[in-house]
């Protein structure tokens, strides 16, 4: 009989308090975003590891127009042969994730004679059709950059919101236009590897070492750091806690002025991306830099400095050498299949367009409508500049045409409030999984990018509390061994808790994190495949990475000493410890 993980506790029809919607509210092609019912019990559920800190009412646009939307129309049109896209639920203020199967296997039939049709024109043309993407990404940026929200009123704002959100629904039919054909091709080409005999965590390496616009932020962070480690500023960052530091900078003077000026020409060109995946909760850079200047305190903590550009040079020397590993040890005539299709990934690379896409697209295209929102909250009197982020989007809508008085929702906005920091001091309680747990799982995209699989199930389900000599498995995602003292962080609002050389312990990783890596030991992760954004950049990096541990952010505690075997996807807690101090 199979394992059933309840999901009454979570069944409701608000989707917030005072908020059910109307039918038809969201959109979707083939199965809408909504709040969990009874019948949902008899699916599997997955909790969804890009929005830790829950979603507020305006931010679930993205479940509307990401999950539901652009996942559901590329694996219609492309098709996908298997799935039909996502489908999420809203528990409490978090999501949980399901496939939606295709059954019949007369249509899975035709659905990948599709496919195949569909993916060499794809693979053959990939670049342009990306630079085309990116530009008409970039042509929208530009647009909304233009628009003066201080003086546009109130009904010009609907106008930006309305715009702002079809802006970002497009972008994410862009993003599952690319990823899905992408990933598929690369799934193609792991399998002829697996075929040859070849270790899974070599596919990786076959790709990496190829630059990105992620890898050159991080990069110019570290010059940054340099650059106050040169103007004598190492002192005044050591003794001021990230939130205080812009004015700690202000009221120092001297080089201090000098480098914030450096800051400044820093965040106009990179400042333009949040702390976050596609939440319009979050503040960019340029709007609230305390991120970037708690990690150039934590780049500066490491006293000699990250080179980045060596990092680079050594995931290309380590890619090429694995390659000619690999031929080495086939025959003439599987050399020429493995060659074949290791251009074919190259040319269309899925990891490094994972993680290249974000600069552009999750990392970003949330602010548009967002700056409409705060502009609306100044024009309407709002008590707080971001109260209209817990108005949903109808809601918001009608406030701007004039149909309703911000009025009627003041009393809300604080329940809501509440409500939102109550779920989100659950996160680490709610289940990994809900519903009925399968006996198998095939989806090589859950496997590959949220690390799902029967081991990971089998952990999550499981009773233990761990102890001394803790030993947690997961996926091999990036080579090596390292040691040091674990830091749980739940989301980045606490990454600038993290110290150099510890290792970091998190549900999963996101762009984001990704300057983190400069500075750590290793990385263990609950969620993740060997395509997720923690493996990818822990060996772009060359930092130790297990993912998809299932339980290590409950068993595994802030202090302990723990050993990480990237080579083996074993972490072992040799020493609890105590609590480390922030």
Same mark, same amino acid.
């Given at each position: 009989?199979?394992?059933v993980i309840?999901?009454?506790?979570?069944?409701t029809?608000?989707?917030?308090?005072?908020f059910?919607?109307a039918?038809g509210?969201?959109?979707?092609?083939v199965e809408?975003?909504?709040?969990?019912s009874?019948?949902?019990?008899?699916r599997?559920?997955?909790?969804?590891?890009?929005c830790?800190?829950?979603?507020?009412?305006?931010?679930t646009?993205?479940?509307?127009?990401?999950?539901?939307?652009?996942t559901?129309?590329?694996?219609?049109?492309?098709p996908?042969?298997r799935s039909?896209?996502?489908?999420?639920?809203?528990?409490?203020?978090?999501v949980?994730?399901?496939t939606?199967p295709?059954?019949s296997?007369y249509?899975?039939?035709?659905?990948?004679?599709?496919?195949?049709?569909?993916?060499?024109?794809?693979l053959r043309?990939?670049?342009?059709l990306?630079?085309?993407?990116?530009a008409?990404?970039d042509?929208g940026?530009?647009?909304?950059?233009r628009i003066?929200?201080?003086?546009?009123?109130l009904?010009?704002?609907?106008?930006?919101?309305?715009?702002a959100?079809r802006y970002?629904?497009?972008?994410f039919? =862009?993003?599952?236009?690319?990823m899905?054909p992408?990933?598929?091709?690369?799934?193609?080409?792991?399998?002829?590897?697996?075929?040859?005999?070849?270790d899974?965590?070599?596919?990786?390496?076959?790709?990496?070492?190829?630059?990105?616009?992620?890898?050159e932020?991080?990069r110019?962070?570290?010059?940054?750091a340099?650059?106050?480690?040169?103007?004598?500023?190492?002192?005044? $960052?050591a003794?001021?806690e990230?939130?205080?530091?812009?004015?700690?900078?202000?009221?120092?003077?001297?080089?201090?002025t000098?480098?914030?000026?450096?800051?400044?020409?820093?965040l106009?060109?990179?400042?333009?991306?949040?702390?976050?995946?596609?939440d319009?909760?979050?503040?960019?850079?340029i709007?609230d830099?305390?991120?970037v200047?708690?990690?150039?305190?934590t780049?500066?903590?490491?006293g000699?400095?990250?080179?980045f550009?060596?990092?680079?040079?050594?995931?290309?020397?380590e890619r090429?050498?694995?390659?000619?590993?690999?031929?080495?040890?086939?025959?003439?005539q599987?050399?020429?299949?493995?060659?074949?299709?290791l251009?074919?990934?190259?040319a269309?690379n899925?990891?490094?367009?994972?993680?290249?896409?974000n600069?552009?697209i999750d990392?970003?295209v949330?602010?548009?409508?967002r700056r409409a929102?705060?502009g609306i909250?100044?024009?309407?009197?709002?008590?707080?500049?971001?109260?209209?982020?817990?108005?949903?989007?109808?809601?918001?809508s009608a406030?701007?045409?004039?149909e309703r008085?911000?009025?009627?929702?003041?009393?809300?906005v604080e329940?809501?409030?509440q409500?939102?920091?109550?779920?989100?001091?659950r996160?680490?309680?709610?289940?990994?999984?809900?519903g009925t747990?399968?006996e198998a799982?095939?989806?090589?995209?859950?496997a590959e990018? $949220?690390?799902?699989?029967?081991r990971?199930?089998?952990v999550v389900?499981?009773?233990?509390?761990?102890g001394?000599?803790?030993?947690l498995?997961? =996926?091999p995602a990036?080579?090596?061994?390292?040691?040091?003292?674990a830091?749980?962080?739940?989301?980045?609002?606490?990454l600038?808790?993290?110290?150099?050389g510890e290792?970091?312990?998190c549900?999963?990783?996101?762009?984001?994190?990704?300057?983190?890596?400069?500075?750590?030991?290793?990385c263990?992760c609950?969620?993740?495949g060997?395509?997720?954004h923690?493996?990818?950049?822990?060996?772009?990096?060359?930092?130790?990475?297990v993912?998809a541990?299932?339980r290590a952010?409950?068993?595994?505690?802030?202090g302990?000493?723990?050993?990480?075997d990237?080579?083996?996807?074993?972490?072992?807690?040799?020493?609890?410890?105590a609590v480390?101090d922030d």
């Amino acid at each position: 009989m199979s394992l059933v993980i309840p999901v009454h506790e979570y069944v409701t029809d608000e989707w917030y308090p005072g908020f059910t919607p109307a039918f038809g509210h969201t959109p979707f092609v083939v199965e809408p975003f909504r709040t969990f019912s009874e019948r949902d019990e008899k699916r599997f559920w997955f909790l969804d590891f890009h929005c830790p800190r829950g979603l507020t009412p305006l931010a679930t646009t993205w479940l509307e127009d990401g999950y539901s939307w652009g996942t559901q129309l590329t694996a219609e049109h492309m098709p996908l042969p298997r799935s039909r896209g996502l489908t999420a639920r809203i528990a409490g203020t978090h999501v949980y994730a399901a496939t939606i199967p295709v059954q019949s296997r007369y249509e899975i039939e035709a659905r990948t004679e599709r496919m195949r049709s569909h993916l060499p024109g794809f693979l053959r043309n990939f670049d342009d059709l990306w630079n085309r993407r990116v530009a008409e990404i970039d042509r929208g940026w530009r647009h909304f950059r233009r628009i003066d929200v201080e003086r546009s009123s109130l009904s010009e704002l609907g106008v930006m919101l309305a715009e702002a959100r079809r802006y970002a629904q497009r972008a994410f039919e =862009i993003h599952f236009e690319m990823m899905y054909p992408l990933l598929a091709n690369h799934l193609g080409f792991a399998g002829m590897c697996a075929e040859l005999g070849m270790d899974p965590q070599q596919v990786g390496m076959f790709l990496q070492g190829y630059d990105t616009k992620i890898m050159e932020t991080d990069r110019e962070l570290g010059r940054l750091a340099a650059a106050a480690r040169d103007a004598g500023l190492e002192p005044l $960052f050591a003794a001021t806690e990230p939130k205080r530091l812009a004015g700690a900078l202000a009221a120092a003077g001297g080089s201090a002025t000098a480098w914030t000026s450096r800051l400044r020409d820093f965040l106009d060109v990179y400042g333009h991306r949040i702390e976050g995946t596609c939440d319009v909760a979050l503040p960019s850079w340029i709007e609230d830099p305390a991120p970037v200047l708690a990690m150039v305190r934590t780049l500066l903590q490491k006293g000699d400095g990250h080179d980045f550009e060596s990092t680079l040079r050594q995931a290309r020397a380590e890619r090429e050498t694995a390659i000619d590993a690999a031929r080495s040890r086939l025959t003439r005539q599987e050399q020429e299949v493995f060659d074949a299709g290791l251009a074919s990934v190259r040319a269309a690379n899925f990891p490094w367009w994972q993680d290249d896409h974000n600069h552009c697209i999750d990392l970003r295209v949330s602010l548009p409508m967002r700056r409409a929102a705060l502009g609306i909250a100044e024009k309407v009197g709002a008590d707080r500049p971001d109260d209209t982020l817990f108005l949903f989007h109808p809601e918001l809508s009608a406030v701007a045409s004039g149909e309703r008085s911000y009025d009627e929702f003041r009393s809300i906005v604080e329940v809501r409030r509440q409500y939102f920091a109550h779920w989100r001091e659950r996160r680490t309680s709610m289940p990994k999984v809900l519903g009925t747990i399968p006996e198998a799982l095939e989806d090589p995209i859950l496997a590959e990018i $949220f690390g799902l699989d029967q081991r990971f199930l089998h952990v999550v389900t499981s009773a233990d509390q761990g102890g001394e000599r803790t030993v947690l498995t997961g =996926i091999p995602a990036a080579r090596g061994q390292a040691s040091g003292v674990a830091r749980v962080l739940t989301d980045t609002d606490t990454l600038h808790r993290l110290q150099p050389g510890e290792v970091l312990v998190c549900e999963s990783t996101s762009p984001n994190w990704t300057p983190v890596f400069a500075a750590i030991a290793a990385c263990v992760c609950d969620s993740g495949g060997m395509l997720s954004h923690a493996a990818i950049v822990g060996r772009e990096y060359r930092v130790p990475t297990v993912t998809a541990c299932g339980r290590a952010t409950v068993l595994i505690r802030d202090g302990d000493q723990v050993e990480v075997d990237g080579e083996r996807g074993i972490v072992t807690v040799v020493r609890v410890g105590a609590v480390v101090d922030d």
